[in-house]
């Protein structure tokens, strides 16, 4: 399932759009989560394939989108749930 996790306000000299969160899938379905960033017009250089979290960053108006589009707003909890299920898979 493809996910949007809650909004963060952060400013680095690598991001500068303000409140951002991650896309990404609960099930490791990359496929899925590539062709979902397509429909939001994600570059899939911006991909992170982060061991414990693969996904994309992406700003209110990309969640905005991707919500409308059918992703799963799910809370810190639920994102610490998926890590956890990785590593212990790992």
């Keep these: 399932m493809i996910c949007v996790d809650p909004l963060v306000g952060r400013r680095s000299p690598s991001w500068n759009w303000g409140e951002s969160c991650h896309l990404f899938t609960d099930d490791d379905n990359y496929e899925e989560l590539y062709e979902f960033g397509r429909k939001?017009?994600?570059?899939?250089?911006?991909?992170q394939f982060d061991k414990r979290l693969p996904h994309y960053d992406i700003t209110r108006k990309k969640r905005e989108a991707a919500v409308k589009a059918g992703a799963r707003e799910v809370n810190m909890r639920y994102v610490r749930g998926v890590i956890h299920r990785r590593r212990s898979q790992a």
């Design 40 to 47: 939001l017009n994600l570059d899939p250089i911006w991909f």
